[in-house]
Structures are given as structure tokens and as C-alpha cells.
């Protein structure tokens, strides 16, 4: 019954952010007045002398196999950045489920025993590893990356940062 209500939110959450990535993309400054009310204002606008110049992203992510690395694909992510000035800069970017992210790919082919680390760029708060089979379903959920099935193996790290979330796809050929 937890595995199906986690299911069922992690289904609702990845629609939600589906249909706002397929949206314009949702990049706004967020200025706080006295009465805490929050005024939303164009990138393309100035306030206060300030222009947002980049669209904020995510830290990277490296997987290292063994002496091999593999750079996975962003997936679904919702991040700010705080300007310095009183104003935030952010963005919500839904993608594919990470099965459909990685079928193009050409997985790496790993023994079994294999040493698999994750390198953020920058360190998260906290981060989820999921395996996911090829109907989009997430079959198990580790702190690690586990190389326990044989064949291709789809994997999702979910991490967290105080400036957002964020999803990484790779896929592994396990010996």
C-alpha cells in the first residue's frame, strides 16, 4: 500500500511537471514587498537595476563505473537562484520518464561487481538512486546505485538542494 501511494505521487508529480515543462517556460523574478506579497517580473524587465542574465540550472552530475565515466541526462528539475538583490530567478523543466530519456543511449557494459560513485558538482542535501524497468515503473530505491539485475538497468538519481530538485538519467549494462 506504500509503494502504491509513493507510486501514485511520484506519477502525480512527474505529470504536474510534464505539463508546466511543456508550457512557456516559467522564468520569473520574485520581489518581496513589506506585506509580503510576492510580485513576479519578467526576466526581460529591470528591477531594481538587475537583469537576469542566465537561466539558472542545476549542479552537474559525473558517474564514475569503475575508470570509466558516464555524464547522465537532466531530467525533470525545478530550480532558483537568489540574484543578491532582493530578487530570485527560477525555473520548472519537465522531461520524459528517465526509461524514455536513456533508450537512445548505448549503455556501458559493467561486471556485476563494479564500483559506482556519484560526483555532483555540487553537493546535494540528500539524493534518492531508483531503478526503473521499461514500463516506466520504479522497481527499487537505494542511497547507492545497485547492480543487482543483469542486462540493461535504467537508473534515476533524484537529488535535493535548498535551491531545488532535480532528476539524472543513465543506463548500465550489467554482466
Known amino acids: 500500500m506504500m509503494n502504491f501511494r509513493f507510486l501514485l505521487f511520484a506519477l502525480t508529480l512527474i ?12 522564468d520569473t523574478d520574485e520581489k518581496v514587498d513589506n506585506d509580503n506579497e510576492v510580485m513576479e517580473v519578467s526576466n526581460n524587465e529591470e528591477l531594481d ?22 555524464r547522465p541526462s537532466l531530467g525533470t528539475y525545478s530550480w532558483s537562484v537568489d540574484n543578491g538583490d532582493g530578487t530570485a530567478s527560477g525555473i520548472e523543466a519537465g522531461s520524459s520518464a528517465p526509461p524514455e530519456l536513456v533508450k537512445d543511449s548505448n549503455p556501458m557494459q559493467v561486471p556485476a561487481d563494479t564500483n559506482v560513485e556519484l560526483d555532483f558538482e555540487e553537493q546535494p542535501e540528500s539524493y534518492t538512486v531508483r531503478i526503473w524497468d521499461e514500463d516506466n515503473k520504479v522497481v527499487n530505491s537505494s542511497d ?5 539485475a543483469k542486462g540493461k538497468v535504467v537508473y534515476e538519481v533524484l537529488a535535493h538542494w535548498e535551491q531545488g530538485t532535480a532528476s539524472y538519467a543513465f543506463s548500465l549494462e550489467i554482466e
Open 49 to 70: 537595476g538587475s537583469s537576469g542574465d542566465a537561466i539558472p540550472k542545476p549542479p552537474s552530475l559525473t558517474v564514475y563505473v569503475g575508470e570509466e565515466t558516464v
Open 15 to 26: 505529470c504536474f511537471l510534464s505539463i508546466m515543462g511543456c508550457s512557456d517556460i516559467n
Open 144 to 148: 547507492e546505485v545497485v547492480l543487482s
